[in-house]
C-alpha cells in the first residue's frame, strides 16, 4: 500500500467512525454535522457558511435542515438579501450537546493522548495537504454536472 492509499484508507475509516458515532447518538450523518457546526458557532450560522464548515452539499443541508425544522431544534430566519441563517431553538441546543457535544468531548479525549506539538504538526501538515490539493483540484478542468 502506497501512501496516498495508507492516507486515503485512515481519512475513511475516520469517516466511518463519525457515521458510526452519528448513529449511536441517534442522528443521521448529516444531522449531527449540522448540530456540530451549530454548536461550534453559538447555536446560529448562515447556510452558505455551515456549507463551507462542514464540506456539506447544499443540497444535502436543506434536506437536513427541512427534518430538522419539522423536529422542532432549529429555526431559519432571513438575513441580508437572499442568504439565510440557521439557530437552534432550545430543544435543538439539547439535542446539539446530548449528540455532537458528546462527539467533541471524543475528540477532544483522543487529542489529549497527543502533545501540543504533535497536534501542531499534525494540524500543520494537514492544511498544507488541503492547500496543495486544493489548488491541484482548482486546475482540473470543470465538467458537466
Known sequence: MNDIQRFTKI???IDSLYHEAAFRLGQSDSVMTVLYTLLGTNGQCDISEICRLSGMRKQTLNSALRKMERDSLIYLKTSAGKSKTVFLTEEGF??????????????????KEWSQDEIDLFLRLAERFLSRFREQVEKLPKGKG
Open 11 to 13: 481519512t475513511g475509516e
Open 94 to 111: 439539547e439535542a446539539a450537546v446530548k449528540s455532537a457535544g458528546q462527539l467533541q468531548t471524543i475528540e477532544d479525549e483522543t487529542l
